[in-house]
């Protein structure tokens, strides 16, 4: 009897260490999937505290924090990219050149960085842009003059202008109250391919 008792006792454990078990992989599992659903987001680097602006610092928003559940952040820094170091001198935009404040003109490296934006947009299969606001790589809808007072005006930055003609969406720092809102952002999983612009 005592025997038969304890073979119970046994036998429980073990159904309750298997269900214990497939407990744990039905969490591995809802975590793993919540992974899947989230949406990749092109997100310039500086906004996530990555010291890569022209002034060799970032702009860390910690708002961002909040969205960490919902999005997967893809850095990215187009300067950088483009091959311009860190610090460097700042850049407007000036009758469409990226000219530099001692008047070195560095379009070129704003191209190749926009270029390799819109390379990592469409590997990781980005919808959505969180770019930094006024920038002359990363603003959209207003910009720097290029008399470096401060002014602003109705513009793209180089990289902003790439990803908005090949499709994503574009927010800043500035719109992240919009950005929260996710379900409109949900319906981009269904947008057709992001358009190759490689030759531009």
């Known amino acids: 009897m005592k025997r038969n008792v304890t073979e119970a006792l046994e036998a429980l454990r073990e159904l309750s260490a298997a269900g214990q078990a497939l407990k744990a992989d039905g969490e591995l599992e809802e975590e793993r999937g919540k992974r899947m659903e989230k949406i990749n987001i092109l997100v310039s680097a500086c906004l996530l505290g990555l010291d890569c602006r022209y002034s060799g610092t970032g702009k860390y928003i910690a708002e961002l924090e909040e969205l960490k559940e919902e999005f997967q952040f893809i850095p990215v820094c187009p300067e950088q990219l483009g091959g311009l170091p860190t610090p460097r001198s700042p850049v407007e935009i000036t009758e469409g050149r990226a000219v530099n ?87 981009l999983k269904d947008v057709k391919k992001l358009k190759d612009l490689k030759d531009q």
Request: hydrophobic fraction near 30%; aromatic fraction near 8%; charged fraction near 35%.
């Open 101 to 187: 404040k001692e008047g070195a003109d560095c379009t070129e490296q704003f191209k190749k960085g926009a270029q390799e934006a819109g390379k990592l947009a469409g590997y990781f299969n980005c919808r959505v842009a969180l770019l930094k606001a006024n920038s002359p790589s990363c603003g959209f809808g207003r910009i720097y003059d290029g008399s470096f007072s401060g002014k602003l005006i109705e513009g793209n930055g180089i990289t902003a202008e790439l990803l908005h003609k090949k499709g994503l969406r574009i927010y800043s720092e500035k719109d992240l109250k919009d950005l929260k809102d996710l379900k409109d952002v949900k319906k």
